[in-house]
DNA sequence: GGCAATATGCAACCAACGGTTGCGCATCAA
DNA sequence: TTGATGCGCAACCGTTGGTTGCATATTGCC
């Protein structure tokens, strides 16, 4: 039902702000998104390593620069996850809302299959 | 704008498993989820206390028992801020969507202020 | 061409985290 | 009382996000 790779890409907090940088400035490298987050090159390398694995994102190598560019249908894809969980537990909680309002009403015919 | 500890709560997809247990039945223990999970009920042990120390659920002793439900109202939260990520790259993909098409149509007066 | 600057990659190291096993303690029930 | 059940604490292990240090490749300027 779930994807784990592609949520666990996206769970992490700083992936997400680089997601977030690739998309407002329409891509780039690691040493410009470095410059924007609070963590090494380094670093930014490793998790453009991670998003590049899933299929966030997909890199252009250019003279001594790699790009990287969001892939939109792959994100598409992973929001959606984002979404169908959210529903799922949405439309749990509303269950367990509506039960607690019947029980409410009336205690003594409480009773489910 | 995101709840970094909220998020990451429900990042891990054990922890998000255990969520669907406890709506699904009502509320539990670390050992009646164990039995549902593929983990230890000290594993499970030490996400009920993740859990419980970002308000996800609440837990109420009896006898030897400790029995955790979930907080609704902090859950929906939660779902609540998975659809606003979900909502943002939704809008910046659409966006991007958007000015590729303009791009398109004709490139020769290209621009955005 | 040569050399400094820039962008990257690789390796070692550290801390936090998810998970395990082992043990001891409390509580319930026969 | 004694055995079974539920729990907490502690030690340990592998993975991961992060760091520093260094080597390598490309670019651009003299």
Sequence with gaps: MIDDDLWSAVGDP???????LLL???GGTATTLSDQLPVTRQAVAKHLGVLDRVGLVHVTPAGRERRYEVDENQLARAVAQLSA?????????????????????????????
């Design 14 to 20: 700083t992936r997400r702000r680089m997601l977030d």
């Design 24 to 26: 407002a400035d329409g």
């Design 85 to 113: 969980v959210g529903a799922t537990w949405d439309a749990r909680l509303q269950r367990i809302k509506r039960i607690a309002e019947r029980i409410q009403r009336g205690k003594e015919q409480g009773g489910e299959s």
